[in-house]
């Protein structure tokens, strides 16, 4: 871009020699200067392809970290709806496999069952309250993976 430039200059001085003395002010502009770059080989306007070039880079990769941080979200949100849509199916499944292991337990002490059918059904109360567990961890999980892709305070150590 063509360039103007105006310098100067202000100045007080003051004389004593004997008794006398002698002030005097002094002021100065110039010089002019006026500077229009006409051939520069290309310089300028590749300066300004380079600088259009870094910008496009960095709203690409503004583009792309924002994309994420949606996907992110989005993808949180899908496993937190997931795990509430299962837990109320678990909850109950887990409830009825403690119902059928109550009334398996009072068959057996009755002599109606054998030891194989108390067993088999204390295993399987034993796994939906296992399921029921792993499904709250899940949704822990998710909350968490919810809060550290909203930028909840996440730091990496």
Request: charged residues 20%; glycine residues 8%; hydrophobic residues 45%.
């Amino acid at each position: 871009y063509p360039r103007l430039q105006l310098t100067g200059s202000i100045g007080r001085g003051w004389v004593k020699t004997g008794g006398a003395s002698v002030t005097s002010n002094t002021w100065s502009i110039g010089p002019l200067a006026l500077s229009v770059p006409i051939f520069d080989a290309g310089r300028r306007a590749a300066q300004v392809d380079a600088a259009q070039a870094r910008y496009e880079a960095a709203a690409s990769r503004y583009r792309a970290a924002a994309r994420g941080a949606v996907a992110e979200v989005e993808q949180a949100l899908a496993r937190l709806a997931s795990t509430a849509e299962r837990s109320g199916a678990a909850r109950r499944a887990a409830e009825g496999y403690r119902q059928s292991f109550q009334a398996t337990q009072a068959r057996w002490s009755a002599g109606l069952a054998s030891l194989v059918e108390l067993e088999d059904a204390r295993r399987t109360q034993l796994a939906s309250e296992t399921a029921l567990v792993a499904l709250e961890q899940e949704r822990m999980a998710a909350w968490i993976a919810l809060y550290r892709a909203a930028g909840g305070g996440w730091r990496r150590s």
